[in-house]
């Protein structure tokens, strides 16, 4: 029973992904419900069947009560036996029958797939992001937003169908019983609910502001507190454990104060709905004795009142809580849509073709991007790299290298010039089939906090186990692969290798970056300082394994240990932006300029910087 319920509605259902998806509350709750339109009427109905079988219970209370008065207990269940037993199986099994509809739909049907469709959809949104959108925000910060938004959406559907829909069918339903008994018992009523909507007017301006604000105190407090950990072997290495406590701290205390104003609202809610509640229990309750003490009210109606102000007087609290829960919870989902809804700036092309790769051959014209800001990065550089051509890149900290790698990738989209690939602008096919073809290991070799095999496999998942372990072997890494174990007791290539890759040192992080590009084996190979966290034994070892990786592809190899790239076929120089000198090693070193001083005034194999200066 259960599981027909879970199956309602398929959370991964496919759907129309889009760029920019809505930025307002309402368009963007009402885009991700698509999938529940159907389901959540029928919730909607069953909430409000039930809240009319409570009214009804309610009359038959006071119907009871005037049976009772009007008769001896021979006449009436004589009279009335039948219908006493009718409504004792209405009691015992529609009733239960129909709460219990109610709950598996909301409880079953709803709440577990509705957030996870939210969850879902709103990571492989964010994943579509481009590089530079992750490194302007904080991981921590990302993820809190992508954890949390979900059960708010959640909990604000559950309060609509669970309380919203009932008390407003309980409330309908109040009225035309009061009403049905005297129309005068309507007047304290709705009085009481003129003030009640005043106060709920009052709470709700509050709390979706409040909530938003702890929303994003919250975050703000993960973000540091994440970032802390992330870096937790600089806060260590600078003996800084106190400056990240009060970090920290500052943040902690920002989050306390925004939620204790929020808790001053809650507050100030329920001082003022219990005075409300207690006018309307002496209103409703005295204006039906005065009417039973006039003779226009019979003993069942006073019983009836009496019994529906309590129970109302019991409900409006829960209702308060739930609207407040429910705009509170829509104040955690406009802080999460600041990073959700956020449109996708960097998109493929609409008529995006995947990229014909069939010689490698790269062409840069005019090439600029200063990330937005006017300076640095590069201007004006354009170059060839024929097919199958090793190029070295070598400049100043800042002199445009990683920038030059990064739109190669398109990780960004230049502010000017053009990028072609065997004669196709980068930006005219697809992303996906443009990384495909280049492969690239990085100064950071961070890896997937994974199996080893996995992170391997990241090169090319359809691999064998055969060639996953060729490309550990060309790499030197498969004999210290096998002697890892993690803390689980999973050894060798089944071990994992923490979060980006702690649990391993430098050397063997870049071995297993190294070995995931082999496999990869793609025709353009970027290495990024490929052999910086190399002590000097290994990397001898691995130069066989580089050259041979580079055989036949088009390489651009990054360093600043200027021996690594002496032997490529052209050493590009770049300062300030721009592409100060470029040619052979020898030629360079004849014509005695940037790359030659760097060269002679190197210290062990790097370019000295302040001679450079």
Known sequence: MFRFFENLVDPFVEYAETDAPPRRLLPFLWDYSQPFKRLFLLTAIMSVVVASVEIWLIWYMGRIVDLLSGAGPAEVFATHGVEFIAVAVFILLIRPALQGLDVLLLNNGIMPNFGTLVRWRAHRQVLRQSV????????????????????????????????????????????????????????????????????????????????????????????????????????????????????????IEHTRKTFAREMRIFTTMDITLTALNGLLIVAVVGWSLWLWNAGAASVGVVAAATALTLRLNAMTGWIMWALSNFFRALGVVAEGMETIAQPIELTDAPDATPLKLKTGGIRIRKLSHHYGRGQGGLRDVSLDIAPGEKVGLIGRSGAGKSSLVKLLLRFYDPEGGVIEIDGQDITTVTQDSLRREIGMVQQDSSLLHRSVRENILYGRPDATEAEIIRAAKQAQAHDFILDLEDPQGRRGYDAHVGERGVKLSGGQRQRVSLARVILKDAPILVLDEATSALDSEVEAAIQDTLYGMMEGKTVIAIAHRLSTIAHLDRIIVLDDGAIAEQGTHAELLDRGGLYASFWHRQSGGFIGVEAAE
Do not use: C
């Open 132 to 251: 530079g959108w992750f490194e302007n925000d904080f991981a921590g910060r990302i993820a809190n937003r992508i954890m949390q938004t979900p059960p708010s959406a959640g909990d604000a559907v559950f309060q609509v169908f669970d309380a919203i829909t009932f008390a407003l069918a309980y409330l309908v339903g109040a009225a035309v019983l009061l009403a049905d008994a005297d129309p005068l018992l309507l007047v304290p009523l709705v009085f009481w609910f003129a003030l009640y909507a005043l106060l709920v007017r009052w709470t709700i301006t509050r709390v979706g502001p409040a909530s938003k604000a702890s929303s994003d105190a919250r975050s703000m407090t993960t973000g540091r507190v994440v970032d802390s950990y992330t870096n937790i072997h600089s806060v260590k290495l600078f003996a800084h454990h106190d400056r990240e406590i009060d970090y920290a701290r500052e943040a």
